[in-house]
């Protein structure tokens, strides 16, 4: 009962914080820290639910937000930049249109990457989504017809005006969505639908045996976590104020897994602890002083880079892993076994489908 | 599963503290200056854009220094100080460095971009959405960043890149005899506005430009274009940043390629005359050019800035780039309407914007002042490469055009200026 | 545009020899994964770093004919020695952990490209390959009846290396065994062989395969940052394309990418990507596993 109630009051707090915060702090902090953190969050729970409930590491993601991110470009913007050259005229759509579009195209496209690596499984899922994703990028680069090449489309303006000029409004919309989305998911994976998902994940050749279509489920677990992607997509075209290949090539690819996998792979929660966390570590490294030569500011790749693969080496749950094996301790209490981290029972998947595990603690 | 979710619940409540705390840390110095300097120091334009800062700090010293104990210069009274940030050619990582200089930095005066992209796709609007903050061009050269829909704080003293092209589309013509010529140049702003200034001119005369080849930034594989260049040509027109140059025309002579070349104005400056490459000297040898400076001007004023440049910076190049001047230009700017205004940056910088669309000065090129988009007006230099009696190869002046103005002399009216620069316009095949 | 024949073949020839330089690097790739199921996305930062490396002794050494030919051995041996410390310090601690890994490479990757470029800064490095190799070579359809002597030369080193590899599985007895452990790895321990060697030393050939592709390349295309994720990407493509841990699939694969991106880029420049990523997904849908891969 009393731990109930203190749950209670962290979260009414929690609530609380995210809430009043773009009230108390400056515009920076309420846009390219908060609105940030939360829509990069977004975009790292996209590929959080695909390999934390489906078994799926998509590298293609920041590329779908990033597809979504330049339909609502072409569709909305005010002009058209004069090196696209197979649009005559601004389309000019409505915003609320244009985000439809936007999220269907995203949801699409994401469920036809999931039909091409339908039949391929882990590590080469991973190689297959990265190729994509990344060849996204080249593409946008060498598109001058309806995707602006290098330059990309510019002065993009949300139905808000400048995101930058309306901070507060444009926080609590990226924090809506974020809360729906994170909710949404949450919630998918008790349905049959997600429980199933997990079943394929854990031992796909029992699933078929069963008598349920894995190909499907994947294919509309793409498609779903497209549909998450979309939203990222569409609202960092608006805090951007513009897109470009810049938004979605290998380092952006790249950032996105480093968040994913430092807040924890297997948690959502993780996308969005990881996305503060990472957007922390690049506003303030540059504050660091540089020490021995050794300027943050300016290696912080490096830094990024050792944060990631000391998490990977050591705790491969992220920070919510940190955090729960640090609060088991304090307790001294065990909780229920820890979950076997996704990057051991990933490998064992669609290997040997007799010795994959048994996971007890199948509820997320 | 309780336990994660308070966990979760107990972190998040940690960062969000702590960021407000830190949030609430912002305290912004009163009584100082902040000038925020915005260049490249990753991708194709690494070493131009150290330049860059190199022509800051010259400014600096020269008009607000010596520079303190803290690192800090001082003018009209008041303590200077210099934020740098580093971008990639990239209108993406411009905005995001731009944005932290101005909102979380929260500097008074932003001097950037390097590059055409930069300044027209990401900078000028951003200026747009910031009025109370005063922008200053680096050496971004895109026409359109103040010909058409300026920003009214944005301000460029460093002419764009069609001026840096005058009187080459005539040399082209007259003195080289060129008729038929392609171009090769990279698909962006930049590049097209450098088009546009040379074929107003070799177009207006009569001359062909048969074939256009827009390559990728940063392209290392020239192999299509060389290809695909038609036999019978006169002279390849190249405007292709330092990095790019070289790689082409070492594929370009590789594959016995032998047209000429005429150069745009960072094609064969000195950092590509002064890098470490292959360059094959006597193709190179004589290639007109054009741009805002060259490195045989031996007017006074400049060879007072080459020997204080050579002085500050003895590991530099071996002759100030064009980027170092503009930089260095656009600093000395922001630093004489400082002192005119006595560093009063009240009300919205009224009085300092005002100052900077006035002022008139003269820089190691002779003297600049702003047309009515904020555009400068300045002279141009059409130069010729050459060698000098050590080996090392460099720019010499074979004319100088006074006073030019974004529109080249031609009238706003003319029908080259009819339509933005891209890769279709102007065209005269 | 119009099309002009000999345009045409000169195009097929820059897409041999970028298909060269491709079969080199994806042929390190394919080894490493096809044996040791280890995708090793720090291939493309190895090859950078050897270029690096096999450039900063070329030119410490004058930048002669012998000193381009030394760079080449040092960036292979130098990066076989890394590809070794990759295998023997982290790797190898972790096998059958295929996610683990490859998040461990990445992790790698982000670390040696920022430092590559704190040590060598954003400026283009270029080699100066012997003079004999330079300039031009009179080849009858080519465009100017001319074409890069370098490029030829890059594209038969690509055809001997290729065949001593082949030799190497086929004729020696390491080729066995490596082809072996392709085929059934936990058979090959059960063999009483030395696995952990042999992963050693296939890990250090195919890094070393990487370092030399480096300086081969670099001598046509020059080098800087963002050619690790370049032929990274590139390899990840070709060996999607050809199949795991087949040579054969590998010189298959680099032909077909090579070219289509070569075509691609001349006569569809707006839609270039999509020729190759067209490719990759055309023949995902037909065979899974590559042209010539096997199931795991």
Sequence with gaps: MKRFATRRSALFVLALGLIVYPLVVSRFWSVTIGAHALILGIIALSLIFLAGYGGMISLAQTAIAGMAAYAVAILTVPRLPQQILAIPDEPHWPAYLAVAAALLIATVMGALFGLIGVRSQGIYLLMLTAALGVGFFYFAEANYDFLGGHGGIPEVVSPIGYTSQNPAVFYYISLAAAVALYLGVRYLVRTPFGLALQGIRDNPRRMRALGYSVGLHRIAAFGIAGFIAGVGGVLTVWYNGSISPGTVDLTRVIELLVIAVVGGLIFPEGAFVGALAFVLVDTFASSVPAIGGFSFRERFNTLIGLTFLLVVLFSPNGLIGIAQDLTARLRRRRSAPPREPLTESLSRVGRDPASAHADPASEP | ?429 | MTFDPVQFVTVGLNGLTQAAIYFLVASGFTLIFGLMRTVNLAHGSLYLFGAYLGWSVGAALGKTAEAWVVAIVVAFVGMALVGFLMQRLLLGWMAGQDLRQALVTIGLSIIAADLLLMRFGGVIYQFTPPPFLFGSTSIPFAVSGQYSTYRLFLVAAAIVIGLLLWLLLTRTKLGMIIRAGIDDRHMLSALGVDVPRVFLLVFALGAGLAGLAGVLGGSALSISPGEDARYLLSSLVVVIVGGMGSLGGVAIGAVIVGVAEQYGNFYWPYYAPLVTFGIMAAVLALRPHGLRGRPA
Aim: net charge negative; with cysteine; charged share 20%.
């Design chain 2, 1 to 429: 599963m309780r336990t994660r979710r308070m966990t979760l619940a107990r972190l998040l409540a940690v960062v969000f503290v702590g960021s407000l705390f830190a949030g609430a840390c912002q305290v912004g110095g009163g009584g100082e200056i902040k000038i925020g300097g915005l260049a490249t120091l990753e991708g194709p334009f690494a070493v131009p854009g150290q330049d860059s800062f190199r022509g800051m700090e010259l400014a600096l010293d020269e008009f607000a220094g010596p520079k303190d104990a803290d690192g800090k210069w001082t003018v009209a009274g008041k303590k200077v100080t210099l934020i740098k940030e580093g971008s990639d050619a990239t209108p993406d990582v411009a905005l995001a460095k731009a944005k932290k200089l101005i909102e979380q930095d929260n500097v008074d005066i932003l001097i950037g971009p390097l590059s055409g992209d930069e300044g027209l796709l990401a900078i000028k609007p951003y200026a747009k959405q910031n009025p109370e903050k005063t922008f200053l061009n680096g050496s971004s050269a895109a026409q359109d960043t103040t010909f058409r829909d300026p920003a009214p704080n944005f301000f460029r003293f460093s002419t764009d890149g069609a001026q840096w092209q005058a009187g080459l589309g005539s040399y082209a013509y007259d003195v080289k005899g060129y008729r038929n010529m392609v171009l090769v140049a990279e698909d962006y702003s930049f590049p097209y506005t450098q088009v546009g200034g040379f074929m107003y001119e070799f177009c207006d005369k009569g001359g062909h430009v048969v074939q256009k080849f827009w390559t990728k930034l940063g392209e290392k594989d020239y192999s299509a274009v060389v290809s695909g260049i038609p036999a019978g040509i006169d002279a390849i027109y190249v405007a292709l940043g330092g990095a790019d140059a070289i790689n082409f025309l070492t594929q370009y002579q590789a594959a016995g390629g032998t047209a000429p070349m005429v150069g745009g104005s960072i094609t064969v400056d000195q950092t590509v005359l002064g890098a470490q490459a292959n360059i094959p000297e006597d193709y190179i040898l004589g290639t007109p050019s054009a741009g805002p400076i060259a490195d045989s001007n031996d007017e006074p004023a400049w060879l007072a800035f080459v020997d204080a440049y050579q002085k500050a910076f003895p590991d530099g190049l071996p002759s100030p780039s064009l980027f170092a001047h503009a930089y260095y230009i656009e600093t000395k700017a922001a630093l004489l309407a400082l002192e005119e205004v006595n560093g009063d940056l009240s009300g919205g910088q009224k009085k300092f914007m005002e100052a900077l669309s006035k002022l008139k000065f003269d820089t190691p090129t002779g003297p600049v002042g702003l047309d009515a988009n904020r555009n400068g007006i300045a002279n141009q230099y059409v130069t010729e490469v050459a060698k000098k009696d050590d080996g090392s190869l460099y720019n010499k002046v074979v004319s100088v055009t006074q006073a030019v103005d974004q529109t080249l002399g031609l009238g706003a009216d003319s029908p080259y200026l009819a339509q933005p620069v891209s890769r279709d316009f102007p065209s005269c095949p």
